[in-house]
């Protein structure tokens, strides 16, 4: 399975690319905003960290302005830009486009197994399931991450589920055991995936029972 950042932070996205798991990066503009830098700057900056797909979210509510959007943005980075569209009819003709131009596409706030089938028949690279806002509503969000796979594998898609609004490492777990492609992680999440109190206690115990070796 491939990991994603979901994050506009520059260090954070430095810090675990250097952990050598990193294989994108997924954006959006409440991200970008809390970075107090412009789109322009965070995804520069990003390129030229990551080599993996940049995932960048078009903001026009009609297909002719996202296709756009997306021609402006792949300037920037041809191989990795990838262009978040929202799920509505106007982004379903957007994908359309934009597939034609060979443009990477990400379909974004998908909630539901009939809106990822839809984006995949429109041509979409990725599809983004919310899963912690379906929680949040008292929906099991990762009911639909299983559901979407299914689909997908059924009719041999060649669309790729990124796990998006991943909230805890079990979100983690969940997309692995379902064969989801992709998890978009945020980096408090990422850290938590790394540690365990175990293995704390293990390093310190062999740190101070190395101390007490006698040296040569
Ligand atoms: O990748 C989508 C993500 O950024 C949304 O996460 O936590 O705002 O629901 P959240």
Redesign the pocket.
């Known amino acids: 399975m491939k990991i994603f950042i979901?994050s506009a932070d520059i260090n954070e996205i430095k810090e675990v690319a250097s952990w050598g798991i990193l294989d994108g990066v997924?954006?959006?503009p409440?991200?970008v905003c809390k970075t107090g830098r412009s789109f322009e700057e965070c995804v520069s900056d990003i390129s030229k960290i990551v080599d993996g797909s940049i995932?960048v979210e078009a903001i026009s509510t009609d297909a002719e302005g996202m296709v756009k959007e997306g021609v402006e943005w792949a300037k920037v980075n041809p191989k990795n830009i990838t262009i978040k569209i929202p799920m509505s009819i106007e982004g379903l003709k957007a994908v359309k486009g934009l597939r034609a131009k060979k443009i990477m596409t990400n379909v974004?706030l998908v909630f539901s197994p009939n809106q990822a089938l839809l984006a995949a028949k429109a041509g979409a690279t990725f599809i983004?399931p919310?899963v912690?806002?379906l929680d949040?509503i008292s929906h099991f969000g990762m009911e639909i991450v299983g559901d979407i796979v299914q689909i997908l594998k059924n009719y041999e898609f060649d669309t790729e589920v990124?796990v998006?609004?991943?909230?805890n490492p079990l979100h983690v777990v969940e997309a692995v055991r379902m064969g989801a492609h992709i998890a978009?992680i945020?980096f408090k999440v990422l850290k938590q995936m790394v540690e365990h109190p175990l293995t704390d206690i293990g390093i310190k115990k062999f740190f101070e029972d190395y101390k007490k070796i006698p040296k040569k």
């Open positions: 979901d997924t954006t959006n409440t991200l995932s974004t983004s919310f912690g806002r949040d990124i998006a609004s991943v909230r978009t945020p």
